[in-house]
């Protein structure tokens, strides 16, 4: 009898378990989720109301711009450094901060049409970045085993939903009422999710330790700054401008230098031997694969749609074209649970794979002029079913290969890579367009070609997921 109290004593030091989850529990899943749509559509809501932005503030273009380029910077930037900061000093502590940063950004573009405090303020949200990986190592932290696969494909999952309700929501409000009103209403939004948070969500108990790196949160910040300000301004500034090449060659550089200090260092900000994994570096480059591929779905079909009929466009307003997509944001709820379940029976390869062939699929589809409008709302929803099959299923290829006390930060390197992906979409999509415009208009052939580059990195995703281990579904967390 007395051996029984020592099997159980040492099992408990062996596999540490949560202590009982709070009654509060059962709403982690749906704010976590929430949250990480509310995010998602922070960084949309901007893309319907760009053409009219230069009129509301007074701004030109190039100044106009930077209301996406912004959150797109500071998300890029801040996603890793989070992450770390996160499995370090708390995880719902920075999700907490996250969200006040994000309110105040909603607030102060709520309050002011002077592009200089715009700029800065769609800057704020774009901490929101942060949301999606926090989030996933708060669900990896808490939930029961058998729950967690599902949560983090719904989480997951949440980027492209979000993005897909953005369009509509931004061009509902925009066209019914005054564009502030949108973003009081988002303010409103954010301080909802924000109590929520705070009241039923509890702090993860599993913390990294260490000392955080500053000098790496620079110099990654450098590097990242370097990188994606001329891949963003590249179609304004000139692809070879002295500006764009020297960026370019500095973000060489400095990526170089950061690398050696961070294989040099004992805490560094991310580990790049564990990123090295072949377990980790697959799922890190399909994720940048897959955000330029996704990105493109809704980026250049937006465009086609609203193009005039005198040209390739449909002639669709901005409220028409963006519920056109609606059908995308049911997709990937729908096919992010499809995905787990997909995964739990034949291994994440097989989903992954699948995903790909559907991203094929949907952009092949959307490369044929002169179709109807429902081939269209087709094909943005087979792409939208290949990008939840990925999406729900990279993160947990990341939680199972990288440490637990490194879980935000290794799938903030994850998002961060989704977001390269999606500001190299933006700046190929818009050159591709821009080149192609006759008569205050891109041709049906411009937007086959946007539409085949994006096609071309759906292929890349499948040659990639074949390098994926091919049984991994009996893996426990």
Not at 57 to 67: D, E, F, N, R
Not at 363 to 368: F, G, I, K, Q, T
Not at 394 to 402: E, Q, T
Request: with cysteine; aromatic share 8%; hydrophobic share 55%.
């Amino acid at each position: 009898m007395s051996s029984l109290p020592r099997a159980s004593s040492a099992r408990t030091a062996a596999e540490p378990q949560s202590p009982p989850l709070p009654v509060g529990s059962r709403f982690l899943l749906p704010i976590l989720a929430f949250a990480g749509v509310f995010q998602a559509v922070l960084q949309t809501v901007m893309v319907p109301l760009l053409p009219s932005m230069p009129a509301f503030t007074g701004a030109g273009t190039t100044s106009v711009s930077w209301l996406i380029t912004a959150t797109l910077l500071v998300g890029a930037v801040v996603t890793p450094i989070f992450g770390r900061l996160a499995d370090m000093y708390g995880k719902k502590r920075m999700l907490m901060v996250a969200f006040v940063i994000m309110t105040l950004g909603a607030v102060l573009c709520a309050v002011t049409s002077e592009i200089g405090l715009l700029i800065f303020a769609r800057g704020l949200q774009g901490v929101g970045g942060a949301v999606i990986p926090i989030g996933i190592s708060i669900l990896r932290d808490e939930l029961p085993p058998a729950k967690v696969h599902r949560a983090i494909a719904m989480m997951s999952s949440t980027l492209g939903i979000g993005t897909a309700l953005g369009l509509p929501f931004a061009a509902a409000i925009a066209e019914y009422s005054h564009w502030h009103v949108l973003f009081w209403v988002i303010a409103a939004i954010g301080l909802a999710v924000t109590t929520a948070a705070a009241l039923f969500i509890r702090e993860s108990t599993v913390r990294s330790g260490g000392r955080f790196d500053g000098v790496g949160a620079v110099g990654l910040t450098a590097a990242l700054v370097s990188l994606l300000v001329p891949i963003t301004q590249g179609s304004s500034w000139g692809w070879s401008s002295l500006a764009v090449l020297g960026m370019f060659a500095s973000s060489v550089f400095l990526f170089a230098l950061w690398g050696y200090q961070q294989l040099r260092n004992r805490n560094p900000l991310i580990d790049l031997r564990v990123s090295a994994r072949r377990s980790v570096l697959l799922p890190h480059g399909t994720a940048l694969l897959v955000g330029f591929a996704f990105y493109g779905n809704a980026l250049i079909t937006t465009q086609l749609l609203q193009a005039p009929r005198s040209g390739a466009g449909y002639g669709l307003t901005i409220l028409q074209a963006a519920v056109c997509q609606l059908p995308t944001s049911l997709s990937m709820i729908v096919f992010a649970q499809v995905g787990a379940s997909v995964t739990a029976r034949f291994g994440s390869k097989v989903t992954i794979l699948a995903g790909a062939v559907c991203l094929v699929a949907g952009y092949s589809l959307h490369a044929v002029p002169g179709k109807e409008l429902w081939l269209v709302i087709t094909a943005l929803g087979v792409a939208a079913i290949g990008t939840a099959l990925v999406y729900s299923t990279l993160p947990m290829l990341i939680v199972r290969a990288a440490p637990a006390t490194q879980m935000a930060a290794a799938n903030g390197v994850n998002v961060l890579l989704r977001t390269m992906g999606t500001t190299m979409c933006s700046a190929v999509v818009a050159s591709i367009l821009a080149a192609g415009v006759v008569g205050g208009s891109a041709t049906s052939g411009s937007f086959s070609l946007a539409y085949g580059v994006c096609a071309v990195l759906a292929v890349l995703v499948f040659a990639v997921s074949l390098a994926l281990p091919g049984h991994d579904r009996s893996q426990k967390m």
